[in-house]
């Protein structure tokens, strides 16, 4: 009877092994890397297979294809409200938002199939999604070539989706379905940790996995110290231990370290730079374009798991901190719109790369750089990895914005923003800022031409609300979103976007000739601006010498001229 209770067992679980998928990756001897088709076909095998997955589809991007989560628990609970009662840690995995850089997609999937078959251990206080693929139209898009620094896989999607967008950019603006669709996944997961798989290009060294990490003084507050001095060693430490060491995203591309590097500024635009606005830890792992694909899939693999075990091990103190860093936000007065860095601070880190030489191009004849493989080095090198904030701005009481401004408003609803709408027509007493000046890009950039170098200057005005517009109370876990993107002199904000260039343009004129009377009414009534007009007149030569821009300067002082011009039309009621 015991041999036969034996020999059961062992038939049943050849039976489950011989049902559990292998991926593409596995079948090439680490050639190939899955289609969109293959990826998404292997998670619902393994999601009809085991209790522990649930497939969830979760909007639309622009392929006309749903985006996909897939979510590992291990008691088969799928309710956040329960992962928040049962102080579970949440790490959202996102793969393929470059699908030329497909490590992660992989990775993904062997690292879930892993865990289901308790090849991986399966911590309980853990919950892990994934997104197995993010830019689903560049993952269509299929080729061999348009990789040229990488090796391998054999084929692999485009970075551009469907839009041709590259979606790295795309966090704050949102042009695409994916971008929406994602703050809305971000906020029903309300994530821990936050990571987005690539691959590098830049610098040859000897490391196939490098580490970029969100700067912990941007993301600030327990939380931000907590990641600096305790959670990104123990990935680095972690990753050791499985002999694949890794550094620091390496941002130079000139083949001297010498001089160390700074950190990779990553403003809300990208993803980590995004989840930084909701105290979540972000990471991107950015393996070495160079390695063999089969190299690169491993370590981000390796990788995963650190962070699944290490945020397993410090789920407690995670939450803690983190916890306190959003109530924290709640009750802060100041933020900064942007951070620059630190040059008297830096740590010590010990790089292993290659002497660069010389040597004739075979393409030009003159003398070009290359790495030489004969000759690698390991030294201590700076890493400037402080930040100082710039910016600086105090939050209101609460924004009022118009209800016109709606690709605004749904996207403050997309990221979970809390707001109330006015009960009736109000004259209501805001601190209004005006564009003084700005600059444009002369090129356009991810379907914009972005604005910078933003001046303005503000007054309390009294302004007609009418029922329905947004007011939007600050003093909530999304304070410092709101701050970054609905500040008009923010680095990523939504004025930088073009979101509201329709007040750039006057919508009403004048005719020279008629102006001309009654500007010189006007003045007679208003000696004030005349005398205005002609100290203008004395100081400014060129001035004085254009009688289209001294009526225009008369019209800008007069009644005629239309107060939206220029107004930013989101407001600041003041505390």
């Not at 000739?513 to 010189?520: C, I, K, L, S």
């Amino acid at each position: 009877m015991k041999k036969y209770l034996v020999f059961s067992f062992l038939v049943l679980t050849l039976t489950i092994d011989a049902q559990i998928p292998t991926t593409p990756f596995e079948s090439s001897n680490g050639k190939a890397s899955a289609t969109y088709q293959e990826c998404i076909a292997f998670y619902k095998q393994l999601a009809n297979k085991s209790a522990n997955i649930q497939w969830k589809t979760m909007g639309q991007s622009d392929a006309g294809l749903p985006l996909n989560l897939v979510l590992f628990s291990s008691d088969k609970q799928f309710n956040p409200n329960k992962w928040k009662e049962q102080e579970k840690l949440v790490i959202f995995v996102i793969n393929g938002i470059h699908p030329g850089e497909p490590d992660g997609i992989d990775a993904s999937m062997m690292l879930l199939r892993d865990l289901v078959t308790g090849k991986i251990k399966a911590p309980n206080n853990v919950v892990l999604a994934i997104l197995p693929i993010y830019n689903i139209g560049g993952s269509l898009n299929r080729g061999s070539f348009s990789r040229v620094n990488q090796d391998g896989p054999l084929a692999y999607g485009f970075r551009g989706n469907a839009q041709n967008l590259d979606l790295n950019r795309d966090f704050i603006k949102s042009d695409s379905k994916e971008a929406k669709s994602f703050a809305e996944i971000f906020q029903w997961l309300n994530p821990d940790i936050f990571l987005d798989n690539h691959v590098s290009d830049g610098a040859d060294y000897q490391y196939t996995m490098t580490l970029l990490t969100t700067q912990h003084n941007k993301l600030g507050g327990s939380i931000g110290q907590y990641l600096h001095d305790v959670f990104e060693p123990s990935l680095f430490k972690g990753m050791e231990a499985k002999k694949m060491t890794m550094t620091p995203y390496v941002n130079f591309e000139d083949g001297n370290p010498e001089k160390g590097w700074n950190y990779f500024y990553d403003p809300p635009r990208f993803s980590s730079g995004y989840a930084a606005l909701f105290q979540t830890m972000g990471f991107l792992s950015e393996t070495h374009m160079l390695k063999p694909f089969a190299d690169r899939v491993k370590s981000t693999y390796a990788l995963m798991q650190t962070i699944l075990d290490q945020g397993s091990q410090q789920a407690k103190a995670i939450k803690q901190a983190r916890k306190a860093a959003i109530e924290a936000v709640k009750k802060q007065d100041e933020f900064a719109l942007g951070y620059k860095s630190d040059t008297s601070k830096y740590q010590m880190i010990q790089f292993n790369g290659y002497e660069t030489g010389r040597k004739p191009s075979t393409v030009t004849g003159m003398p070009r750089m290359f790495y030489d493989h004969s000759k690698p080095f390991s030294k201590a090198v700076k890493f400037y990895n402080f930040a100082i904030p710039e910016k600086i701005v105090r939050k209101p009481a609460a924004y009022i914005i118009p209800q016109g401004w709606h690709a605004v408003i749904q996207l403050l609803q997309a990221n979970a923003v809390q707001y109330k709408t006015l009960e009736k027509d109000s004259i209501i007493e805001v601190n209004a800022y005006r564009i003084d000046d700005y600059k444009t890009s002369t090129r356009a950039y991810e379907k914009h031409y972005r604005h910078s170098d933003v001046k303005t200057s503000t007054r309390l005005q009294k302004i007609a609300f009418r029922k329905g517009d947004i007011i939007i109370p600050t003093g909530q876990a999304a304070d410092r979103f709101l701050v970054e993107t609905l500040e008009p002199t923010g680095d990523d904000g939504y004025f930088a976007w073009n979101f509201f260039d329709a007040i750039l343009q006057q919508k009403e004129g004048y005719s020279n000739y008629r102006w001309e009377d009654v500007a010189g009414d006007f003045l007679a009534s208003h000696p004030e601006v005349k005398q205005q007009l002609e100290d203008k007149k004395k100081a400014e030569p060129a001035f004085a010498a254009s009688a289209n821009a001294q009526l225009d300067f008369v019209y800008k002082k007069s009644p005629w001229y239309e107060p939206a011009h220029l107004r930013y039309p989101i407001y600041r009621l003041e505390k």
